[in-house]
């Protein structure tokens, strides 16, 4: 009997345990702005609004306007593009255009390293974004499989 009152004991604070934790994962309905990785500082676009006084950067505002119109389906047409406002191919990378099981995927990304450091852009689904960013330790500016136009 005082086995089985035990046993009750440690399941009735399992499941308070459990309830907390879960209280901490309800929505609140406050969400924040997307923030963009470590060191990227992302400026207002055409479509994405922003602050009024942020400064113009004519080389995001070129990659930006390079990107769009694009889709992660046609990743040769989007270099040509950010090749023609003026990056040189050298310093352009890409994600792949398939994931690793070989199916098309919804989002690329697409960088240029500049002086500066790096610009990240993203084509797919939805007006495409782009942001500044610090390049990595290895000086490249996408993580993970990338494709490097040469």
């Not at 209280?23 to 990785?37: F, H, K, L, R």
């Not at 084509?123 to 782009?130: F, K, Q, T």
Request: with cysteine; aromatic share 2%; charged share 20%.
């Amino acid at each position: 009997m005082h086995r089985h009152r035990h046993r009750h004991q440690i399941v009735a604070v399992a499941v308070a345990l459990a309830a907390a934790v879960l209280a901490g994962c309800t929505s609140t309905g406050i969400t924040e702005p997307p923030v963009a990785s470590e060191g990227a500082v992302e400026t207002p676009g055409a479509a994405g609004g922003g602050a009024a006084d942020a400064a113009p950067d004519a080389e995001l505002d070129a990659f930006r306007a390079a990107i769009a119109g694009h889709a992660p389906t046609d990743p040769d047409a989007l270099v040509a593009a950010v090749e023609s406002a003026g990056f040189p191919r050298s310093a352009i990378e890409r994600t792949r255009e398939v994931d690793s099981l070989g199916a098309p995927v919804t989002f690329l990304q697409i960088a240029v390293r500049t002086d500066a450091g790096c610009i990240v852009g993203e084509v797919g689904a939805g007006e495409p974004r782009a942001v500044r960013a610090a390049a990595l330790g290895g000086g490249r500016c996408l993580v993970g499989e990338i494709v490097t136009v040469d």
